[in-house]
């Protein structure tokens, strides 16, 4: 499995020997450093629909959980970043661990997250999610077997996510108003009062 996986990471750093292709791959690659663009669009999105800003905003978090949660991963597996012999990566790496794609993580988290929100936006988060999670190969700085790791933590992440993200936003709380006095408990020891002094007068007189 190894070799497959150096073999195919080769494959596909050859293809960013053309500049346009490595110019597109250093591109995606840093838009995606740390989820930036996806987080951005989350809060974008929050900024520009008010009616599910709520949904946006925890579409957002679920996105920097993915994140989160593959940089622990990493820290855990402490696989090494992939070092070919004859070609240099396309761009410099934030972190020298490589299992899984933060980069495909968030990604994928994105591609749910706002597909949930904005089916539509299938037709242009799912290709660009993975346009990003391809350029991390074109780059040479992840093997396949990180990637597929990536996308599925940041996909089941943001699945798992999908009920809370769209639901109802919890009122916040709010103090009890003090129970209304009836005017009858006021005066009922009044008249009792009064009552007990016209008795009182009363046999004064008998």
Do not use: N
């Not at 995606?28 to 599910?52: F, K, N, T, Y």
């Not at 009890?176 to 004064?204: W, Y």
Request: aromatic fraction near 4%; charge should be positive; glycine fraction near 10%.
């Amino acid at each position: 499995m190894r070799e497959v996986d150096r073999c195919l990471l080769s494959a596909m750093r050859d293809c960013g020997t053309d500049p346009r292709v490595a110019a597109a791959a250093r591109g995606l690659s840093w838009c995606g450093e740390h989820g930036a663009v996806w987080i951005a669009a989350g809060l974008l999105g929050a900024g520009a629909d008010h009616q599910r800003r709520h949904a946006w905003l925890r579409g957002t978090a679920l996105i920097g959980a993915a994140h989160l949660a593959s940089m622990a991963v990493k820290l855990a597996v402490r696989r090494a970043r992939p070092q070919l012999a004859v070609l240099e990566p396309l761009v410099s790496t934030a972190g020298r661990h490589s299992f899984p794609s933060s980069h495909a993580a968030s990604a994928a988290a994105a591609a749910v997250a706002f597909g949930v929100l904005r089916p539509a936006g299938h037709r242009v988060v799912t290709p660009l999610a993975a346009a990003m999670c391809v350029s991390r190969l074109v780059a040479g700085v992840h093997y396949p077997t990180d990637v597929v790791a990536g996308v599925l933590l940041g996909g089941i992440t943001a699945g798992l996510g999908a009920a809370w993200m769209t639901g109802p936003v919890a009122a916040p709380p709010t103090a009890h108003a003090a129970s209304p006095v009836c005017p009858t408990s006021l005066l009922t020891p009044a008249a009792g009062a009064v009552g007990a002094a016209v008795a009182e007068r009363g046999a004064a007189h008998v």
